[in-house]
């Protein structure tokens, strides 16, 4: 795939880029360690200096750094102000959080002098370089969720993102150094695919963290396994959204197509699969069906535009044939299925809602990465529970119940790395952030995240 900004809006090839050669590569791969040898010996409070200006700087930048995700990646203009705005409040979080969040810690005296010591300390140490393999659909957000904590940490990082958003990526690295961390610590890598293999089994690599595809997931485990070297990864999802008789109906609607179509519906963390309890469930579908065909679908720098591009021509046409099996073996559309057609141009799809879906049919079992929603009826919540664990995927799930009982239930039994009741899966800089089974391992986010890429490190002291 060719590094270049295409706009999906019209198709439009607007710039490319030529990716580093070997030699290229091989200097960024010596100052990025050299950067580290530095890097890790500075305090926090000058770390949290320089992220405190880097927020600054985003905020300053905030319309033409929106515009550029916008260009390159088609989501709406507003939902890139958001996310640089998310961006600049994570930088700015882990700036004040980060030194308590890796403070000394101190076992139990008793512990200590069981095991022979005067004192014993667990410390935080930072690990090295970390190389990010990072995708498209939040090219802001999922870099700096990676950048900040680790940055805070003592590590540098290598940016390896999206060959579709390289203009995006360019500013990252620039952003950093702007804001005065020393030249290396953050770098983007302007590589395609095919060289991250050789950039990881690099001794100089000490972790990588990967957001994307399972493929890709899988790709990157295997080779960092190889090489024994930690990683994070987070793969995608199908999330459930539950609703029970007992919900705000009217809220869960609202907040359903918000769910499904925020960032064009192309969001690992998008509610995918409705499943509405038979008392409920014909009200909630001609509200929820009526609220998505109203949808305005366009040009995604018009400030009045609910839905724009998907993010490639490829993307769309993986949509299409997994509506399109779904359509063939029986399932109904209730509004959507098609290119929109006042919008020859461009790889736009209409917002789809999708009901009798079965096992038999792809998009049950396979994550649908656009604004198409499935729609399931249950009879109680046993039933609710079965389907919503009956997917590979594990990210996130959404409930709506404000019964005491069937929400312990669901924290107890819905396999997932989050439970969001009443409301929509949302990361926050405070709260862990990450998956089960094939939707990935680790955490972002939180002291958790920060803590990922660190060497938990015991110091004993003998008498």
């Given at each position: 795939m060719a590094i270049a900004t295409v706009n999906p809006a019209t198709g439009e090839t607007l710039k490319t880029f030529e990716p580093l050669n070997p030699g290229e590569l091989e200097d960024r791969l010596v100052l990025a360690e050299q950067a580290y040898e530095a890097h890790r010996r500075t305090s926090f409070a000058t770390r949290a200096g320089w992220l405190h200006k880097a927020a600054a700087l985003l905020d300053a930048d905030h319309d033409t750094v929106a515009r550029t995700m916008t260009t390159e990646?088609?989501?709406?203009?507003?939902?890139?102000?958001?996310?640089?705005?998310?961006?600049?409040?994570?930088?700015?979080?882990?700036?004040?959080?980060?030194?308590?969040?890796?403070?000394?810690?101190?076992?139990?005296?008793?512990?200590?002098?069981?095991?022979?010591?005067?004192?014993?300390?667990?410390?935080?140490?930072?690990?090295?370089?970390?190389?990010?393999?990072?995708?498209?659909?939040?090219?802001?957000?999922?870099?700096?969720?990676?950048?900040?904590p680790t940055l805070m940490a003592g590590n540098t990082g290598l940016l390896k993102h999206a060959s579709n958003v390289p203009q995006t990526a360019l500013y990252l690295e620039e952003l950093f150094r702007r804001a005065g961390f020393p030249a290396g610590c953050f770098q983007t890598l302007l590589i395609g695919s095919g060289a991250v293999e050789g950039v990881l089994r690099d001794p100089r690599i000490a972790a990588a963290t990967l957001t994307g595809s399972e493929p890709a997931g899988r790709a990157v485990a295997s080779v960092a396994g190889d090489e024994i070297k930690k990683t994070v990864l987070e793969l995608g999802g199908s999330d459930p959204y539950v609703v029970l008789p007992s919900a705000d109906l009217d809220a869960a609607v609202r907040v359903a197509v918000t769910a499904r179509v925020q960032n064009n519906g192309q969001s690992c963390i998008a509610a995918k699969r409705f499943l509405l309890h038979t008392d409920i469930h014909d009200a909630f579908a001609e509200r929820f069906t009526a609220a998505m065909a109203a949808l305005t679908i366009g040009d995604p720098m018009d400030e009045n535009t609910d839905v724009g591009p998907l993010a490639s021509a490829q993307g769309r046409s993986d949509l299409e044939e997994l509506v399109d099996d779904a359509v063939h073996r029986g399932a109904t559309a209730l509004c959507g299925a098609r290119r929109p057609p006042q919008h020859p141009a461009g790889w736009f799809y209409e917002p789809t809602v999708l009901t009798g879906i079965t096992p038999d049919m792809r998009i049950h079992h396979e994550e649908a990465f656009g604004p198409v929603a499935s729609l399931y009826r249950v009879a109680d919540l046993d039933e609710a529970v079965a389907l919503a664990n009956d997917t590979p995927f594990g990210l996130s799930s959404n409930a709506w119940t404000r019964n005491e009982a069937e929400q312990e239930r669901l924290a107890r039994d819905l396999r997932a790395g989050g439970v969001y009741f009443n409301g929509m899966t949302a990361s926050h800089p405070g709260l862990p952030f990450g998956g089960a089974q094939r939707s990935g391992y680790g955490r972002e986010l939180s002291g958790h995240g920060i803590r990922e890429f660190c060497n938990i490190t015991t110091l004993w002291y003998g008498p």
């Open positions: 990646m088609g989501k709406t203009l507003v939902a890139a102000r958001a996310e640089v705005a998310k961006c600049a409040k994570t930088m700015r979080w882990y700036a004040d959080h980060a030194a308590a969040l890796l403070a000394d810690e101190h076992p139990d005296p008793a512990d200590v002098r069981d095991s022979g010591a005067a004192r014993a300390v667990v410390r935080y140490r930072p690990l090295g370089v970390v190389l990010a393999v990072m995708p498209w659909n939040f090219p802001l957000w999922q870099v700096v969720r990676f950048a900040a």
